[in-house]
């Protein structure tokens, strides 16, 4: 296949010969190429994002109970497009129940490597192979608890772009920082190195999900106006780079998010969607959410 022709199929994936025989640049433009035609795709139907983060929770049983309730809850025609980012040791249950369904899966962390001598962890393409959608990558989790530093989380952001896989780059101030005022330059910074690494044309198939720390699993929710504020400046600041790019990029709020606050959250124009730990865990509240898009 000639390489121009193989950049315009919009085929998310490259049959092995056509890996092999292309450039890396070319093969990163075809992804990012058809993950953009994913995006518009998706567009269309103009469906907020609401993400589960189930984090290190979960056995083979409840997972089982947990995805088998969300099936049977989820309305024909919802109002949300539902996915969950599991553990990844329970990717192979996920898949097998959430196949040929409306909900959507993925990882929380991936290697910034290629498979190879790296003990423990994750590479890209096994988290294709289980037809991951999406990874998170910089949750504040693993920044704080594993010392990831914001050049590592664009590297795992573009080696998750280079395999097909849609990263959501979770980006948010301390309390710390938010009271001495450093939100805006916190958050520019995390942003600043996947500009740097990826360009700004990669947010054109990425999202970004804005979790203030001090929100993340405390009930202290950020309020609507605040979430705004964060989102119409993280908008602003793309926007600067490209316009359209910044437009089209989904932002969602993550910190503390029930069918309580849900409503008021979403209500907001540059909130696109949720980013949802805890209520997550539980298929009614889970659901309630994305209702209240
Ligand atoms: C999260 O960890 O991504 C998160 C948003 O958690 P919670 O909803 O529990 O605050």
């Not at 450039?23 to 998706?42: C, E, K, T, V």
Request: aromatic share 4%.
């Amino acid at each position: 296949m000639r390489a121009d022709t193989a950049y315009m199929s919009g085929s998310l994936l490259l049959r092995t010969s056509e890996r092999e025989s292309l450039p890396d640049s070319l093969i990163i433009r075809h992804l990012i190429f058809a993950l953009i035609q994913q995006r518009h795709r998706h567009n269309m139907t103009r469906l907020p994002n609401i993400i589960g983060n189930w984090k290190m929770h979960g056995t083979r049983d409840s997972v089982r109970a947990l995805l088998n309730d969300m099936m049977a809850r989820l309305p024909s025609r919802p109002a949300a497009q539902f996915a969950v980012c599991v553990p990844a040791i329970y990717l192979s249950i996920v898949q097998e129940q959430l196949a040929g369904s409306q909900i959507n899966w993925g990882a929380q962390d991936l290697s910034p490597n290629p498979p190879g001598a790296h003990t423990g962890d994750i590479a890209a393409e096994m988290l294709r192979d289980y037809g991951c959608r999406y990874v998170i990558v910089g949750h504040s989790e693993r920044r704080t608890q594993h010392g990831e530093d914001n050049m590592l989380v664009a590297q795992k952001y573009a080696v998750a772009q280079r395999a097909g896989l849609t990263p959501i780059l979770c980006v948010g101030e301390t309390a710390q920082q938010r009271a001495a005022g450093e939100t805006h330059m916190v958050i520019a910074a995390q942003l600043e190195a996947v500009l740097q690494y990826s360009g700004v044309q990669s947010l054109a198939a990425g999202i970004i999900a804005y979790e203030p720390v001090w929100a993340i699993g405390t009930g202290d929710t950020a309020t609507p106006e605040q979430a705004q504020v964060v989102h119409h400046d993280i908008r602003q600041q793309i926007a600067a780079c490209d316009p359209v790019v910044a437009q089209q990029l989904p932002i969602l709020y993550g910190g503390s998010m029930q069918p309580q606050n849900a409503a008021d959250l979403l209500a907001q124009p540059d909130i696109d969607g949720g980013l949802i730990g805890g209520a997550s865990l539980q298929a009614d509240s889970f659901l309630a959410i994305g209702g209240c898009a």
